[in-house]
């Protein structure tokens, strides 16, 4: 499925096909390239979403898809930098196998733990605040 991505990669590379387009283009080009017709049926993407990012946003959508795995976890401190660290490797790994984002699981998912890092952020801030006006007084 993936040289079919980069086979084209001219006609998209800059600005890409827009978001949501890209498996009616990969449905095209595995009849054009005579896949089993199982591919075309069942609507086959990228299973990358690395890849898919790439085909709908152009190469600088990928980039910045890229940018936030890298940065994400900066946003946070203490625990929760950790946590986040942690979760975004596994977030990684799980994008090379599938493209996660353009689903409703994949998007839930990072909204949860995105806010379970807020919360563990807001709850030691408050232990530390607590633990800074114990030491005041």
């Not at 790994?93 to 699981?105: P, Q, S």
């Not at 909204?111 to 006006?133: G, H, I, P, V, Y």
Request: a neutral charge; charged letters at 15%; hydrophobic letters at 45%.
């Amino acid at each position: 499925i993936w040289h079919v991505v980069f086979e084209n990669a001219n006609d998209y590379y800059l600005y890409g096909l827009g978001v949501g387009n890209s498996t009616e283009f990969l449905v095209e080009q595995y009849k054009m390239h005579n896949y089993p017709e199982k591919f075309s049926l069942r609507n086959y993407g990228t299973h990358n979403q690395f890849f898919s990012a790439f085909m709908e946003l152009g190469i600088f959508g990928a980039l910045y898809l890229v940018l936030f795995l890298v940065l994400y976890h900066r946003f946070f401190t203490g625990k929760a930098r950790h946590f986040a660290f942690y979760f975004l490797i596994l977030m990684s790994f799980n994008m090379l196998t599938e493209g996660i984002l353009g689903r409703l699981d994949g998007v839930v998912t990072l909204s949860f733990f995105t806010l379970l890092c807020l919360w563990m952020q807001a709850e030691d801030n408050r232990k530390l605040k607590l633990k800074n006006a114990e030491n005041i007084a």
